[in-house]
């Protein structure tokens, strides 16, 4: 890896700007409400998903700034208005209880467990055919991190889980499960862009998340729902260092309470084609969002999240 990768690669390793605001910080954001999630974890999951969605509808009438931000939200996605915007984002908080449940309780059983809750893993084939390692790119679309559990059983490798420090340490516990294949790494670490790099010349997988700006020189303002909207560059720029495609997966939830995970085709990445590949990821994530509006989970506004970013 060449110098000048070492410094780019600040799109994956860097902390967000000094003094910028946690834009991603939300009222759910706290460790009572996860013990609150893992309390119930006891019930059958027929009756917690009831119960969350319950909580859910209760969330959309207090938590008074996200709800302002899905109605923006899914009014630039889907161009609705009045009453089905109304019923959209109150869905959305349903949909977002229910697979937040799961994040804390289901999710944390092991792979095999996991399977009843599948309806479909389609498009794994891209993955098993490549022989590579892989940069995973995925969205806060569904439940993401049951995605990457699975996913990690597909390749008889390491997934290294990029992630970035929680706000409250006490919610590691409940975010973090090291284990069957699965390895999180923070984002702050020293070094962790060259560590990567190598993980990733040995064959294995890097997971990031691509739909939050991080508010450094790694961010690239592109195109979403018609308006510029800044997206980390780092994924893109950690696969061209490392010669490796980079694959989107999604994880949504289905009417039947079961989820599935959909695995795109690779993006190859041309030295000095990033923006070009990240561009073409943003089209994925757009694509994803109009078929599942109520299911893309950023309670703020994406195109202006930090004070740094122009539209």
């Keep these: 890896m060449s110098e000048s990768d070492s410094a780019t690669l600040s ?49 959309y009438h207090v938590l008074h700034r996200e709800r302002a931000t899905a109605h923006a939200l899914l009014t630039r996605a889907t161009g609705t208005s009045g009453a089905r915007l109304e019923t959209l984002a109150r869905r959305l908080f349903r949909d977002f209880a229910m697979c937040f449940s799961d994040l804390v309780s ?127 560059l780092g994924p893109f720029i950690l696969a061209r260092a490392a010669r490796v495609p980079v694959v989107p997966a999604f994880c949504v939830l289905g009417p039947d309470y079961r989820y599935t995970v959909r695995v795109e085709p690779p993006i190859a990445v041309e030295q000095g084609g990033e923006e070009a590949s990240a561009r073409t990821w943003v089209a994925s994530l757009e694509r994803i969002v109009r078929e599942h509006p109520t299911q893309w989970f950023n309670f703020f506004d994406v195109w202006r999240p930090l004070p740094s970013s122009s539209a």
């Design 106 to 232: 289901t999710n944390r059983g092991p792979a095999e467990k996991l399977v009843p809750y599948v309806a479909a893993i389609t498009g794994a084939d891209h993955l098993q055919q490549l022989s590579s390692g892989v940069v995973s790119i995925t969205a806060h679309v569904g439940n993401w991190e049951l995605a990457g559990r699975l996913l990690a059983t597909q390749r008889t490798c390491t997934t290294h889980v990029v992630v970035t420090a929680e706000d409250t340490p006490a919610l590691r516990r409940w975010m973090r499960r090291d284990g069957e294949g699965v390895r999180f790494v923070p984002r702050a670490h020293p070094a962790v862009g060259v560590e990567l790099v190598r993980a990733l010349r040995r064959g294995d997988v890097v997971a990031l998340q691509g739909d939050r700006a991080i508010g450094t020189r790694g961010d690239v303002m592109i195109p979403f729902f018609g308006r510029p909207a800044p997206f980390p």
């Design 11 to 59: 799109g994956v390793d860097a902390s967000p700007t000094s003094g910028a605001p946690r834009w991603h910080a939300h009222s759910y954001d706290r460790a009572a409400l996860y013990r609150l999630a893992e309390a119930f974890g006891w019930l059958p999951r027929a009756a917690r998903l009831t119960l969350a969605r319950q909580l859910g509808a209760l969330a």
